[in-house]
């Protein structure tokens, strides 16, 4: 049984340079009220390896650490009907998609959008393309970060993440080397 699932506020500054999108928050990201709550998603992984905190991090110092690093993250769908966490159980009729034309008002400075996996590409393409008329943003698929796409390995992962956001971060010096 589907269910109206809505996702979470967006997370970041007003001088954001980088927007990471997901289509729509899984089971486990809703309960626990968290971006990337799933414990095998490589998405917190990930950005520890590109901007170097604390594995133990709370929730809310990753958050800051994104924050810091001119990264905001958000969601293309507001809301939808799903049964499940997968991408492929979203009903296409249920869909309803975030206000991106006022985010990037409010965004100015967004350079690149990255997208986490196929389908927020897909659906950011289809519904949110006209948002972004006139504006000079980037946009590019990474591989997505979900337990379900196992086809890379988290270091090839952290290479295609880190290749395409360390030359958009706001800051340098709190970066993992390794």
Not at 4 to 22: E, H, K, M, Y
Not at 36 to 57: D, K, Q, T, V
């Amino acid at each position: 049984m589907s269910v109206r699932i809505a996702c979470f506020p967006p997370v970041a500054r007003r001088d954001a340079s980088v927007l990471v999108l997901g289509s729509m928050p899984g089971e486990a990201s809703l309960q626990a009220g968290q971006y990337y709550a799933h414990p095998r998603n490589a998405f917190w992984p990930i950005m520890r390896e590109i901007l170097g905190f604390p594995a133990s991090a709370a929730y809310g110092d990753r958050l800051d650490a994104l924050r810091a690093g001119g990264i905001a993250l958000w969601d293309v769908l507001e809301s939808c009907q799903r049964a499940g966490s997968l991408d492929s159980d979203i009903k296409p009729g249920t869909l309803v998609v975030n206000d991106f034309a006022s985010f990037f008002a409010a965004h100015g400075r967004i350079a690149l959008v990255c997208f986490n996996g196929t389908t927020a590409e897909r659906y950011y393409r289809r519904h949110v393309e006209a948002a972004r008329e006139g504006l000079r943003i980037e946009s590019v698929r990474l591989p997505s970060t979900s337990p379900a796409h196992a086809a890379l390995t988290l270091a090839d992962k952290v290479a295609a993440w880190r290749s395409v956001i360390a030359p958009h971060l706001h800051f340098q010096h709190h970066r993992n080397t390794r």
